[in-house]
Protein backbone atom coordinates (compact mmCIF):
# COMPACT_ATOMS: atom_id res chain seq x y z
CA UNK A 1 0.00 0.00 0.00
CA UNK A 2 0.78 3.51 0.45
CA UNK A 3 1.38 5.64 3.25
CA UNK A 4 2.65 9.55 3.58
CA UNK A 5 3.70 11.15 6.71
CA UNK A 6 3.53 14.94 7.38
CA UNK A 7 3.38 16.77 10.72
CA UNK A 8 -0.02 17.67 11.61
CA UNK A 9 0.74 21.48 13.15
CA UNK A 10 3.45 24.27 12.25
CA UNK A 11 3.66 27.72 13.46
CA UNK A 12 6.09 30.31 11.85
CA UNK A 13 6.13 34.03 12.24
CA UNK A 14 5.90 36.61 9.37
CA UNK A 15 8.53 37.06 7.47
CA UNK A 16 10.30 33.68 8.28
CA UNK A 17 11.18 30.63 6.30
CA UNK A 18 9.39 27.49 7.01
CA UNK A 19 9.66 24.07 5.50
CA UNK A 20 7.04 21.04 5.51
CA UNK A 21 8.32 17.68 5.48
CA UNK A 22 7.02 14.48 4.05
CA UNK A 23 8.03 11.02 3.93
CA UNK A 24 6.28 8.37 1.68
CA UNK A 25 6.33 4.94 1.04
CA UNK A 26 5.03 3.26 -2.74
CA UNK A 27 5.71 1.39 -5.09
CA UNK A 28 5.99 2.61 -8.81
CA UNK A 29 6.61 6.30 -8.05
CA UNK A 30 5.95 9.22 -10.68
CA UNK A 31 6.42 11.83 -8.40
CA UNK A 32 5.39 14.40 -5.04
CA UNK A 33 3.08 16.99 -5.69
CA UNK A 34 2.37 19.80 -2.90
CA UNK A 35 -1.18 21.60 -2.65
CA UNK A 36 -2.67 24.43 -0.53
CA UNK A 37 -6.37 24.56 1.18
CA UNK A 38 -7.68 27.67 2.88
CA UNK A 39 -9.97 26.79 5.85
CA UNK A 40 -13.38 26.40 3.52
CA UNK A 41 -12.06 26.17 0.62
CA UNK A 42 -10.56 23.73 -1.82
CA UNK A 43 -6.99 22.65 -2.52
CA UNK A 44 -4.95 24.42 -5.02
CA UNK A 45 -2.13 23.40 -7.17
CA UNK A 46 0.93 24.27 -5.68
CA UNK A 47 4.48 22.60 -6.78
CA UNK A 48 5.35 18.69 -8.40
CA UNK A 49 8.56 16.87 -8.42
CA UNK A 50 9.25 14.29 -10.63
CA UNK A 51 13.05 14.29 -10.35
CA UNK A 52 15.50 14.87 -7.47
CA UNK A 53 16.24 18.64 -6.62
CA UNK A 54 15.02 21.72 -5.77
CA UNK A 55 11.80 23.66 -7.69
CA UNK A 56 11.32 26.94 -6.68
CA UNK A 57 8.13 28.76 -7.76
CA UNK A 58 7.99 32.49 -6.17
CA UNK A 59 8.19 32.11 -2.09
CA UNK A 60 7.43 28.44 -2.61
CA UNK A 61 10.08 26.05 -3.74
CA UNK A 62 9.49 22.14 -3.42
CA UNK A 63 12.57 19.49 -2.97
CA UNK A 64 12.44 15.72 -3.55
CA UNK A 65 14.99 12.86 -2.83
CA UNK A 66 13.58 9.53 -4.49
CA UNK A 67 16.27 7.65 -2.62
CA UNK A 68 15.26 8.93 0.54
CA UNK A 69 11.67 8.72 -0.14
CA UNK A 70 11.64 12.36 1.31
CA UNK A 71 10.46 15.58 0.10
CA UNK A 72 9.48 19.08 1.87
CA UNK A 73 8.03 22.32 0.96
CA UNK A 74 9.95 25.46 1.52
CA UNK A 75 7.81 28.90 2.43
CA UNK A 76 9.99 31.98 2.37
CA UNK A 77 8.56 35.32 3.64
CA UNK A 78 6.08 34.24 5.54
CA UNK A 79 2.43 36.30 4.91
CA UNK A 80 -0.33 36.47 7.06
CA UNK A 81 -2.43 34.61 3.84
CA UNK A 82 0.21 31.73 4.34
CA UNK A 83 -1.73 30.39 6.86
CA UNK A 84 -3.64 27.23 5.51
CA UNK A 85 -3.73 23.06 5.45
CA UNK A 86 -0.55 21.68 2.66
CA UNK A 87 -0.53 18.43 1.36
CA UNK A 88 1.71 16.42 0.13
CA UNK A 89 0.16 13.54 -2.56
CA UNK A 90 1.92 11.30 -4.34
CA UNK A 91 1.05 10.15 -7.89
CA UNK A 92 1.92 6.26 -8.06
CA UNK A 93 1.11 2.86 -9.76
CA UNK A 94 -1.18 1.46 -9.80
CA UNK A 95 -3.74 4.29 -10.69
CA UNK A 96 -1.28 6.50 -12.72
CA UNK A 97 -3.53 9.36 -12.95
CA UNK A 98 -4.53 9.52 -9.23
CA UNK A 99 -3.27 11.11 -6.00
CA UNK A 100 -2.76 9.91 -3.04
CA UNK A 101 -2.71 12.64 -0.44
CA UNK A 102 -1.36 12.82 2.87
CA UNK A 103 -3.45 14.07 6.31
CA UNK A 104 -1.74 17.70 5.74
CA UNK A 105 -0.21 19.72 7.84
CA UNK A 106 -2.07 22.73 9.38
CA UNK A 107 0.41 26.04 9.00
CA UNK A 108 -0.59 29.05 11.13
CA UNK A 109 1.56 32.43 10.75
CA UNK A 110 1.27 34.78 13.58
CA UNK A 111 2.45 37.96 13.50
CA UNK B 1 -10.60 32.11 -15.97
CA UNK B 2 -11.59 28.08 -16.35
CA UNK B 3 -12.94 26.30 -13.16
CA UNK B 4 -14.46 23.06 -12.37
CA UNK B 5 -17.98 23.62 -11.03
CA UNK B 6 -20.18 21.62 -8.65
CA UNK B 7 -23.50 21.83 -7.31
CA UNK B 8 -25.05 22.14 -5.09
CA UNK B 9 -22.65 23.59 -2.69
CA UNK B 10 -24.49 22.70 0.26
CA UNK B 11 -26.72 19.65 0.96
CA UNK B 12 -28.56 18.64 4.07
CA UNK B 13 -30.88 15.07 3.81
CA UNK B 14 -32.38 13.09 6.11
CA UNK B 15 -30.59 9.32 6.07
CA UNK B 16 -31.61 6.99 3.71
CA UNK B 17 -32.31 9.65 1.18
CA UNK B 18 -30.53 10.24 -2.32
CA UNK B 19 -28.23 12.68 -3.17
CA UNK B 20 -26.91 13.10 -6.35
CA UNK B 21 -23.85 15.73 -6.57
CA UNK B 22 -22.84 17.11 -9.86
CA UNK B 23 -19.29 18.22 -11.62
CA UNK B 24 -18.37 20.32 -14.62
CA UNK B 25 -14.84 19.89 -15.58
CA UNK B 26 -12.60 22.37 -16.84
CA UNK B 27 -13.31 22.51 -20.71
CA UNK B 28 -10.46 19.88 -22.53
CA UNK B 29 -9.73 18.33 -19.57
CA UNK B 30 -9.80 14.44 -19.97
CA UNK B 31 -9.52 13.07 -16.38
CA UNK B 32 -11.96 13.78 -13.95
CA UNK B 33 -11.97 12.57 -10.23
CA UNK B 34 -14.42 12.46 -7.29
CA UNK B 35 -12.23 12.63 -3.46
CA UNK B 36 -14.04 13.44 -0.29
CA UNK B 37 -12.38 14.91 2.86
CA UNK B 38 -13.23 14.16 6.79
CA UNK B 39 -11.13 15.44 9.63
CA UNK B 40 -10.66 12.15 10.03
CA UNK B 41 -9.75 10.28 6.91
CA UNK B 42 -8.56 13.64 5.50
CA UNK B 43 -8.84 13.74 1.45
CA UNK B 44 -9.81 10.21 0.03
CA UNK B 45 -10.06 9.36 -3.59
CA UNK B 46 -13.08 7.57 -4.31
CA UNK B 47 -13.18 7.86 -8.03
CA UNK B 48 -11.51 8.66 -11.41
CA UNK B 49 -12.43 8.73 -15.30
CA UNK B 50 -10.22 9.20 -17.91
CA UNK B 51 -12.17 10.10 -21.39
CA UNK B 52 -15.39 9.32 -19.53
CA UNK B 53 -13.94 5.65 -19.07
CA UNK B 54 -13.96 5.23 -15.06
CA UNK B 55 -10.38 3.67 -14.32
CA UNK B 56 -10.47 2.98 -11.09
CA UNK B 57 -13.57 3.57 -7.80
CA UNK B 58 -12.21 1.05 -5.30
CA UNK B 59 -12.40 3.64 -2.91
CA UNK B 60 -16.30 4.00 -3.22
CA UNK B 61 -18.58 2.02 -0.78
CA UNK B 62 -20.11 0.08 -3.54
CA UNK B 63 -23.32 -0.62 -2.72
CA UNK B 64 -24.69 2.57 -1.86
CA UNK B 65 -22.21 5.15 -4.22
CA UNK B 66 -21.87 5.19 -7.85
CA UNK B 67 -20.38 7.40 -10.58
CA UNK B 68 -21.08 8.01 -13.82
CA UNK B 69 -19.82 10.55 -16.57
CA UNK B 70 -22.88 10.73 -19.02
CA UNK B 71 -20.83 13.73 -21.34
CA UNK B 72 -17.14 15.29 -21.29
CA UNK B 73 -19.22 18.05 -19.29
CA UNK B 74 -20.42 16.59 -16.76
CA UNK B 75 -19.44 13.93 -13.96
CA UNK B 76 -22.56 12.69 -11.37
CA UNK B 77 -21.72 10.97 -7.63
CA UNK B 78 -24.58 9.28 -6.21
CA UNK B 79 -25.34 8.06 -2.74
CA UNK B 80 -28.40 5.73 -2.18
CA UNK B 81 -29.48 5.80 0.25
CA UNK B 82 -27.41 7.58 2.27
CA UNK B 83 -26.09 7.29 6.23
CA UNK B 84 -24.38 9.93 8.61
CA UNK B 85 -21.37 8.60 8.04
CA UNK B 86 -21.54 9.88 4.09
CA UNK B 87 -21.25 13.17 6.04
CA UNK B 88 -18.48 14.97 4.58
CA UNK B 89 -17.12 17.61 1.70
CA UNK B 90 -17.06 15.64 -1.48
CA UNK B 91 -14.62 17.52 -4.15
CA UNK B 92 -14.72 17.06 -7.55
CA UNK B 93 -11.21 17.81 -9.75
CA UNK B 94 -9.96 17.62 -13.21
CA UNK B 95 -6.74 17.31 -14.77
CA UNK B 96 -5.06 18.09 -18.66
CA UNK B 97 -4.29 15.06 -20.69
CA UNK B 98 -0.58 15.21 -20.07
CA UNK B 99 -0.25 17.09 -16.34
CA UNK B 100 -1.29 14.28 -14.28
CA UNK B 101 0.15 15.75 -11.78
CA UNK B 102 -2.07 18.92 -11.48
CA UNK B 103 -5.69 18.79 -10.46
CA UNK B 104 -7.68 21.30 -10.22
CA UNK B 105 -10.76 21.21 -7.66
CA UNK B 106 -13.89 22.84 -7.72
CA UNK B 107 -15.37 24.43 -4.54
CA UNK B 108 -17.01 21.47 -2.84
CA UNK B 109 -20.14 20.01 -1.89
CA UNK B 110 -20.78 20.02 1.81
CA UNK B 111 -23.36 16.98 3.01
CA UNK B 112 -24.93 16.90 5.86
CA UNK B 113 -26.54 13.47 6.11
CA UNK B 114 -28.74 13.37 9.55
Known amino acids: GQSLEQPSEVTAVEGAIVQINCTYQ??????LSWYQQHDGGAPTFLSY????GLEETGRFSSFLSRSDSYGYLLLQELQMKDSASYFC????????????FGKGTSLLVTP | DARVTQTPRHKVTEMGQEVTMRCQPI?????VFWYRQTMMQGLELLAY????????DSGMPKDRFSAEMPDATLATLKIQPSEPRDSAVYFC????????????FGPGTRLLVL
Open chain 2, 93 to 104: ASGPAGAQETQY
Open chain 1, 26 to 31: TSGFYG
Open chain 1, 49 to 52: NALD
Open chain 1, 89 to 100: AVRAAPSGYALN
Open chain 2, 27 to 31: LGHNT
Open chain 2, 49 to 56: FRNRAPLD
